[in-house]
């Protein structure tokens, strides 16, 4: 959500963020293929191509070395794109959710010769679907209605969350973004605990800590167009067996932010919004209404208002 409002509200990244950007796209496209073909044998998935294991090596040994990162070689472009271009790998990847493996990788692999081309810059649409793992705390400051404000992105990972939990008591609005997409699939660090039970976990601790007791909190249920396509293939009755409302997305919107409101104990106000992180225009909109709702409150607070 963090690359969005930069997008939006700030002049996008220099030309030294780009080239990092540019790095975690060759980092997301090398590990996102690797991902797709080593869950080929668990799928009984195997490739008739007789090039087949000499590409996977190719890409990885490319991958051993973040170092290698800084450039996407055209040998390693061909090897990916024949892998990609493999009907067994695309079949491996319509059932990711059984395996590790980003939704946005497609979005690279279906654009190699673009991202191999030596001149190659990351474009505001690559920003938004490569993935790195947030660590620490990261801020973000932009002026929104001449008012000066600063976010502060944090990670979602176990391993993360003691960090800045304790960080936050003096913030006037809380920003919790769930990507409900992932309702059937399951966390890295373990392999088993369903990433959307995770999301509700981490959601009721961190709202309800007393360090956000004076703080409303905006809930974002992100990924909602990959949400609409999924409902229609995967009922939501692989993770909550005695949901009663069939593949229809109304309901299943309806019934996973109830699960949100249930676990909310704090006596300040819950706002919730629907949302596509690389959607720019749409997010540009509910956050623009969000800031609006917390400088309004906050002006009450201090009786300004």
């Known amino acids: 959500m963090t690359p969005s409002l930069r997008i ?6 220099g030309k030294y963020e780009l080239e990092q950007k540019r790095s975690v796209v060759f980092n997301n496209i090398a ?3 690797l991902e797709i073909v080593k869950a080929m044998p668990d799928l009984n998935l195997i490739s008739n191509n007789p090039t087949f294991e000499s590409y996977v090596e190719m890409v990885e040994r490319y991958a051993q070395n973040d170092e290698h990162f800084l450039t996407f070689p055209k040998d390693i472009a061909h090897a990916v794109k024949c892998l990609w ?3 067994t790998v695309k079949e ?3 059932h990711r959710s059984r395996f590790q493996c980003s939704d946005s990788v497609a979005h690279f692999l279906d654009s190699i010769d673009r991202v191999a081309d030596p001149a190659y810059t990351p474009t505001n649409q690559d920003i938004l ?3 790195v793992a947030t660590t620490g705390v990261v801020e973000f400051k932009f002026k929104f209605n001449d008012i000066n404000f600063a976010i502060y992105d944090v990670g979602g990972q176990r391993s993360e969350r003691r960090k800045w939990i304790h960080f936050f008591d003096n913030v006037n609005g809380l920003l919790f973004v769930a990507a409900i997409s992932e309702y059937d699939q399951t966390c890295r660090e373990d392999n088993e605990t369903n990433r959307l039970v995770e999301a509700l976990q981490v959601f009721e601790e ?3 800590n007393k360090c956000f007791l004076k703080t409303s909190t905006i809930l974002f249920l992100n990924k909602i167009d990959l949400f609409r ?4 293939k995967v009922p939501l009755t692989v993770l909550y067996k005695q949901y009663p409302g069939g593949m229809d997305y109304e309901n299943a919107i309806k019934f996973i932010r109830s699960r949100f409101e249930k676990v909310y104990r704090n006596p300040n106000s819950l706002y919730v919004h629907e949302t596509c992180a690389t959607d720019t225009k749409q997010v540009q909109k509910l956050f623009d209404a969000v800031l609006d709702r917390i400088v309004t409150q906050n002006l009450k607070e201090t009786g300004m208002v």
Request: charged fraction near 30%.
């Open 229 to 232: 396509e999924k409902i229609k």
């Open 31 to 33: 590990l996102g293929i």
């Open 129 to 131: 679907h490569a993935r």
């Open 85 to 87: 271009s493999d009907e």
């Open 8 to 13: 939006l509200h700030n002049d996008g990244f």
């Open 206 to 208: 961190s709202v309800n």
């Open 92 to 94: 491996a990847f319509q």
